[in-house]
């Protein structure tokens, strides 16, 4: 599977941005995703992802990110609403092929993408 995220900029604070992550190659379970980010300086973070046919989300994003999907087109979104500066970061998406271990756990992810930055201003 080869992902590709897409929709990062620069925002100000209280803006929105969509991110997209589309998959090609193998048969992509977005049901086995997540959306991860990595801020300067600090530890690659779970965002939110859908496992076994839930959406789970941080609690740092929850109730201002959503994720959906378009299954005819292969592609999941992360919709970032009321974005704050430490919303800052690197957010990349990924893929896994089984459910062992837990959604959160980046190490449980088989497949990556490059990555899109998020640029939130105060």
């Known amino acids: 599977v080869q992902l590709q995220a897409s929709g990062g900029g620069l925002v100000q604070a209280g803006g929105s941005l969509r991110l997209s992550c589309s998959a090609s190659?193998?048969?992509?379970?977005?049901?086995?995703m997540g959306w991860f980010r990595q801020a300067p300086g600090k530890e690659r973070e779970f965002v939110g992802g859908?496992?076994?046919?839930?959406?789970y989300y941080a609690d740092s994003v929850k109730d201002r990110f959503t994720i959906s999907r378009d299954t005819a087109k292969n592609t999941v979104y992360l919709q970032m609403n009321s974005l704050k500066p430490e919303d800052t970061a690197v957010y990349s998406c990924?893929?896994?092929?089984?459910?062992?271990?837990?959604?959160?756990?980046?190490?449980?992810?088989?497949?990556w993408g490059q990555g899109t930055q998020v640029t939130v201003s105060s």
């Open positions: 990924a893929a896994r092929t089984s459910y062992r271990g837990s959604y959160y756990q980046a190490e449980m992810y088989d497949y």
């Open positions: 190659g193998r048969t992509f379970n977005s049901n086995a």
């Open positions: 859908r496992s076994l046919g839930r959406t």
